[in-house]
């Protein structure tokens, strides 16, 4: 959002963010900017928050019938036609949308049809137009996100610590089959360059006192030399704070040793890996053909010398997985956690988000996927929706889940009560 209203100051326009999940009078605000302003546009992922999508443009299309009403991000991307279908919508903007956006503005101030806007979809009395995708520019093209329009200390006083979520990269070249990221970015690593991120990551730390970055990249190490680059930025620069990313396994164990270090020196405190499982087969299955079982251990191992913390990430109730493999999985997370105390665990249940490669077969295995808008806010995220996991399996998965995660907590405190003990001999 803050790409695209820096994109529209560029080009004259004045945008007013308003963050429905901060904001608890947020609809005070939209009924006072709605006055006067030349469209409405809304950008959301999958899930409950388009409940509050849905609330807010149906208020819109009420009070000004007469302005566009555009979505955009994750989920109208990724179902154009479907979005479309609702009343409260005129137009979808795919994809990368800062170009996109600006032309659309354009076209509507000067009462243009918006035919040929390359990567959007519009609807014409009542018919939906799709016009081709847009190549994608580089980041490093694009206007530097407009930083001043976040209330910093608003943030810090919700979450209770000064944070940033910033992006330094959109893609991952892996092409897992549960996964959204493939679809939307078509499997292109798009980055910034290692200057521009260092010098805006310490200036907006210094400039905000921030106490950490938190990069949301798809897989922050795709480029293990530009990820070593912006870590000896950091530190170089002399500005100390916290940052975490997510990553595979396999890059990380590419890294040397002193590499990694690297990483713990510059302010890295943890990292999200995508493990998702420890079973060769149902890792066939999801197509994650690079997460080698070996890797887990290993990074585990290099993030414990470097005093980074751990988070493995697994993902439960794929499609044809069985007892036994993920008896495997938790086998193999159970002697990683006995051997590295840097180490904790996401498990979560297998979800299906909209157009990842796998839907085919989930609808032959008697999934349905939600027909509406609507309906997509109520999927279960991770709760008793999968056909093959209702039940007596879905049961016996929680207690599982729960029995290890227990276990796991246990092993922890008995080391740690250890480690007192022979702190307290010496």
Not at 51 to 69: G, L
Not at 168 to 196: E, K, Q
Not at 230 to 237: M, P, T, V, Y
Not at 368 to 389: M, Q
Request: aromatic share 10%.
């Amino acid at each position: 959002m803050l790409s695209l209203a820096a994109a529209l100051r560029e080009t004259g326009y004045e945008p007013c963010l308003i963050d429905g999940a901060l904001d608890r009078d947020y609809r005070a605000r939209l009924s006072r900017e709605v006055e006067d302003c030349l469209c409405f546009g809304v950008s959301l992922l999958t899930g409950p928050m388009i409940r509050d999508a849905i609330e807010a443009s149906t208020y819109v299309r009420k009070a000004r019938p007469d302005i566009p009403i555009i979505f955009g991000g994750w989920h109208p991307s990724l179902l154009p036609g479907q979005t479309l279908a609702e009343d409260f919508v005129d137009v979808v903007v795919r994809h990368q949308g800062e170009k996109t956006l600006v032309e659309i503005l354009q076209r509507v101030e000067a009462g243009q049809p918006l035919d040929f806007v390359p990567g959007c979809w519009f609807k014409r009395d009542g018919r939906v137009h799709q016009n081709a995708d847009r190549p994608s520019e580089p980041l490093s093209e694009l206007a530097r996100p407009a930083y001043d329009l976040i209330d910093f200390d608003a943030y810090a006083q919700a979450g209770g610590v000064r944070k940033l979520p910033y992006a330094t990269s959109t893609g991952c070249p892996y092409a897992c089959n549960y996964c959204t990221d493939m679809v939307f970015y078509n499997r292109r690593f798009n980055a910034y360059d290692v200057g521009r991120v260092v010098e805006e990551v310490t200036g907006l730390v210094r400039r905000h006192k921030l106490d950490e970055i938190a990069l949301v990249d798809s897989n922050f190490l795709v480029d293990v030399h530009r990820a070593v680059a912006i870590a000896r930025g950091f530190l170089d620069s002399g500005v100390r704070f916290n940052w975490t990313f997510q990553a595979s396994t396999d890059l990380l164990c590419r890294m040397s040793d002193k590499e990694v270090e690297l990483l713990g020196a510059s302010g890295v405190s943890h990292i999200g890996f995508g493990t998702e499982s420890a079973s060769p087969e149902v890792l066939e299955w999801m197509n994650k053909r690079h997460q080698r079982i070996t890797d887990i251990s290993e990074a585990a191992r290099k993030c414990a010398r470097a005093g980074i913390r751990v988070t493995l990430n697994l993902i439960f109730g794929y499609p044809g997985e069985q007892e036994h493999h993920r008896r495997e999985t938790l086998r193999v997370m159970g002697d990683i956690a006995s051997s590295f105390d840097n180490v904790t665990f996401s498990p979560n249940v297998f979800v299906p988000y909209p157009g990842i490669p796998i839907w085919p077969e989930l609808k032959a295995r008697g999934l349905r996927e939600p027909a509406t808008l609507a309906a997509w806010a109520d999927i279960d995220l991770g709760n008793n929706s999968l056909p093959w996991l209702r039940g007596r399996p879905y049961e016996t998965l929680q207690r599982g889940i729960s029995y290890f995660l227990l276990n796991n907590q246990l092993t922890k405190a008995r080391r740690q009560s250890k480690s007192a003990a022979f702190q307290w001999l010496a």
